[in-house]
């Protein structure tokens, strides 16, 4: 069964205190692997795609990177407004267009 | 502003009333989802939508019935609301697996409705 799990399911920084997050996947082959960021009382906020092992994609702060078993959201010298529930995704091959979300990182980076 | 929207934002009714929520996006995209998200903030997937065609249905009781009158526009009517129905229901759009070269596509998401069923 296609299944997505995040961890840790809450995370308190410092400000300046690097750290990553975790989702771990198993798929019946990967179509796609998504990062996204959600805050209170708003929609998802899409982040990065990746597609395949060993690819890497960077923005601002934030860096996502990809093997065949988890993804890892690498956060640098984080930021008071970088605080947010970070949600992982993946799209397998098996289904069309339906993506499979974890249950998020609750990040909190204290000034 | 190219973004995918809903109405209404809040929507606060009756165990037993009929009620609608509308989504509409204008980034040009052939697939629409409806996700409903739960008091532990995870994501499920409802119903998706290509080109007006219904393409995913997942175990949802049938007094929920999507209905897409264009490619642009999906909407969701719940009949006889039940408490448990209370969440957060976001719609979202992405390009068709066609579009994209079957590569992963990525969804794109409106604001959320936060529904409250007393």
């Known amino acids: 069964e296609d299944q997505v799990t995040q961890s840790p399911e809450a995370l308190r920084l410092q400000e300046g205190e690097s750290s990553s997050l975790n989702c771990s996947y198993t798929?019946?082959?990967?179509?796609?692997l998504f990062w996204y960021r959600q805050d209170p009382g708003k929609g998802p906020e899409f982040l990065f795609t990746?597609?395949?092992a060993g690819e890497e994609k960077e923005k601002e702060r934030l860096k996502a990177t990809l093997t065949k078993k988890e993804s890892f959201l690498h956060i640098t010298a984080p930021k008071p407004e970088d605080s947010a529930t970070y949600l992982c995704a993946v799209q397998p091959y098996s289904s069309a267009s339906k993506i499979i979300f974890g249950s998020g990182t609750r990040l909190s980076i204290r000034p | 502003d190219t973004a995918v929207s809903q109405t209404p934002k809040y929507l606060v009714t009756q165990m037993g009333n009929d009620k609608s929520i509308k989504c509409e996006q204008n980034l040009g995209h052939d697939t629409m989802y409806w996700y409903k998200q739960d008091s532990k903030k995870f994501l499920k997937i409802m119903f998706s939508y290509n080109n007006k065609e219904l393409i995913i249905n997942e175990t949802v009781p049938n007094r929920f019935s999507p209905k897409s009158p264009d490619k642009a526009h999906l909407n969701l009517h719940i009949n006889s609301l039940e408490l448990g129905d209370s969440a957060v229901y976001f719609c979202?759009?992405?390009?068709?697996?066609?579009?994209?070269?079957?590569?992963?596509?990525?969804?794109?998401f409106g604001p959320g409705t936060r529904l409250t069923v007393l």
């Open positions: 990746l597609y395949s």
């Open positions: 979202a759009s992405s390009q068709d697996l066609v579009t994209s070269g079957g590569m992963g596509n990525e969804q794109f």
């Open positions: 798929v019946s082959g990967l179509r796609g």
